[in-house]
T-cell receptor
Framework: AQRVTQPEKLLSVFKGAPVELKCNYS??????LFWYVQYSRQRLQLLLR??SRESIKGFTADLNKGETSFHLKKPFAQEEDSAMYYC?????????????FGRGTSLIVHP | DTAVSQTPKYLVTQMGNDKSIKCEQN?????MYWYKQDSKKFLKIMFS???????INETVPNRFSPKSPDKAHLNLHINSLELGDSAVYFC???????????FGEGSRLTVL
């Protein structure tokens, strides 16, 4: 089955520590991967997409086809990074695509 | 100038009632979606419309019926509400299938 997996439900770090939120995918073909973020009681918003190869709010993510991963990284976590992070993959289905999300990882950054 | 807007934001109702959630987008996108976010924060696709036509209908009970009067609107009607329907429902749109999603603020439904 084509899907994304986020193995960690919760990641807790201290301010200034490095952060890596894991995302692994299963996909036949060239995947297009996204990271979305949901701050407390807010709408989900796009953080990164792999084709743009940009850094947003200090976060980066590299597609590793060998390891089938798209981990989200930040060298120094800030308290305002505390949020729910979702990895997403459009999965083809019957001529269309289903944007499919991982279970999400809750990041808590302690002061 | 909100891109994707949903109403109502909060909905508290009794089991067995019928309720609707409305969604509108002013981005000119062709594709719209409904997602359900449960208490564990899992996000599950329910429906997708492309230019008023239903293209994705995941295994959702028949009590849920989407309606798209035009490509800027996608409403969700739920009949005979059950306790398990309590969740946050997110509307989203995208320029094309599989592209970046723009989400609404969510509608928190509580069934008592």
């Amino acid at each position: 089955a084509q899907r994304v997996t986020q193995p960690e439900k919760l990641l807790s770090v201290f301010k200034g520590a490095p952060v890596e939120l894991k995302c692994n995918y299963s996909y036949s073909g060239s995947p297009e991967l996204f990271w979305y973020v949901q701050y407390s009681r807010q709408r989900l918003q796009l953080l990164l997409r792999h084709i743009s190869r940009e850094s947003i709010k200090g976060f980066t993510a590299d597609l590793n086809k060998g390891e089938t991963s798209f981990h989200l990284k930040k060298p120094f976590a800030q308290e305002e990074d505390s949020a729910m992070y979702y990895c997403a993959l459009p999965v083809p289905s019957g001529g269309s695509y289903i944007p499919t999300f991982g279970r999400g990882t809750s990041l808590i950054v302690h002061p | 100038d909100t891109a994707v807007s949903q109403t109502p934001k909060y909905l508290v109702t009794q089991m067995g009632n019928d309720k609707s959630i409305k969604c509108e987008q002013n981005l000119g996108h062709d594709t719209m979606y409904w997602y359900k976010q449960d208490s564990k924060k899992f996000l599950k696709i329910m429906f997708s419309y492309n230019n008023k036509e239903l293209i994705i209908n995941e295994t959702v009970p028949n009590r849920f019926s989407p309606k798209s009067p035009d490509k800027a609107h996608l409403n969700l009607h739920i009949n005979s509400l059950e306790l398990g329907d309590s969740a946050v429902y997110f509307c989203a749109s995208s320029e094309e299938r599989g592209a970046k999603l723009f989400f609404g603020e969510g509608s928190r439904l509580t069934v008592l």
